[in-house]
């Protein structure tokens, strides 16, 4: 009866104290992450009154105005190209990266250090830097065209190219934290599959596809659908750089962004609501057919 009373009070004793360390987590995340969801879609089935007061419950009104509102699906296209281009060139930029700097090379804290810095400046500070280097009269950028004999480019505020111009501040931005998750999935890999890969004749490109490749597939399924969800909801760039008079601003500006514009400029936190509903089931599609997808390419063993 002893025994069994010290093994119960141990085991109550472990149960209080794991909930302990959990709740300030938890607390966290129901306070800034579960309330506000449940907020915003109470508040997406009103029409904000005047003065933020006074809210009028127009049911499913939002969301009509929303599937007929051009300037939404206009500005959830610009969100997928922005993702089309930033995700799988800030991937692959990282992974090579990683691979590189993960060898034996001269300096190889120092490189890692500098690639990582990107991730601790302030958004708003790298893209008002970028916004100077894409300057078509001063930026730097031009600069160096004009200097080898070529015309300058309207980089931000040409509506054609603008978009990828942001892509560009985004996979500088996020290379460096790419390449940190890469680097602990390339530790977990033994070396023993690479000396034997050597002795049977494989070069290094050999052993990048057929080890490092399968071996990392369960970081870089991670590494896709967390920058998948980042893409999408991509904003501080845009606001910086993209001025509201820009002609480009359009041609850019993302759901977040026109979340922001409905809400804070014009007022209408309730349209603005429902703009975010519309982007939260956009990134829980694509993040289901990304985790249906999975099973086929990578690789648990």
Known sequence: MNRKSKVSRR???????????????????????IIPIFQTIYQSFFKTGAFGKGNVFIGFDNYGQLFSDGAVWQALWNTCKYAVVEVPFSIAIALVLAVFLNGKIRGRSIWRTIYFLPMVAAPAAVAMVWRWLYNSEFGLLNHLLRGIGLSGVNWISN???AFISVAIVGIWSVIGYNMVLFFAGLQEIPRDYYEAAQIDGANGI???????????SPTMFFVTVTRVIGAMQVFDSIYMMMGRSNPALVKTQSLVYLFYKYSFIEGNKGYGSSIVMLLLMVILLITMIQMICQKKWVNYS
Request: no cysteine.
């Open 206 to 216: 050999n052993q990048f596809f057929t080890i490092t490749l399968p071996l990392i």
């Open 11 to 33: 085991e109550r004793s472990e149960f209080l104290w794991g909930w302990m360390f959990l709740l300030p987590t938890m607390a966290g995340l129901i306070i800034l992450n």
């Open 159 to 161: 509506p054609n190219i």
